[in-house]
Nanobody, 125 residues
Framework: AMEMVQSGGGSVEAGGSLNLSCVAADSIYPTYCMGWFRQAPGKEREEVASIKSDGEATYSDSVKGRFTISRGSAKNTVFLEMTNLKSEDTAMYYC???????????????????WGQGTQVTVSA
């Protein structure tokens, strides 16, 4: 399985900013979508943002306008810039990768893709 290594995150007060990074240890297929999910205690894992191999980005309504997803020039790295953070953004964040055409299946079928180890983001009110 391809290793996905995350970095960033941490704790910040509401209104602050944090950045997340994720790099795939191996060269990722050029047609892979990469993105971020999060899971808060007692809640289901939810999709936060994703970016396809052609650069098309998608955001959940809860983070639209506050978070920005991007990919590195080598395509095997994905970043998440989080601004104006709210307490409800507190969660464990996971990067993920899957083929462009299969990424939408990841939440229900996580085994079809690759996942990072998780990074905690804590936002205090």
């Amino acid at each position: 399985a391809m290793e996905m290594v995350q970095s960033g995150g941490g704790s910040v007060e509401a209104g602050g900013s944090l950045n997340l990074s994720c790099v795939a240890a191996d060269s990722i297929y050029p047609t892979y979508c990469m993105g971020w999910f999060r899971q808060a205690p007692g809640k289901e894992r939810e999709e936060v943002a994703s970016i396809k191999s052609d650069g098309e980005a998608t955001y959940s309504d809860s983070v639209k306008g506050r978070f920005t997803i991007s990919r590195g020039s080598a395509k095997n790295t994905v970043f998440l810039e989080m601004t104006n953070l709210k307490s409800e953004d507190t969660a464990m964040y996971y990067c993920a990768a899957a083929h462009d055409h299969a990424y939408y299946l990841l939440r229900e079928s996580p085994e079809i893709g690759f996942w990072g180890q998780g990074t905690q983001v804590t936002v205090s009110a």
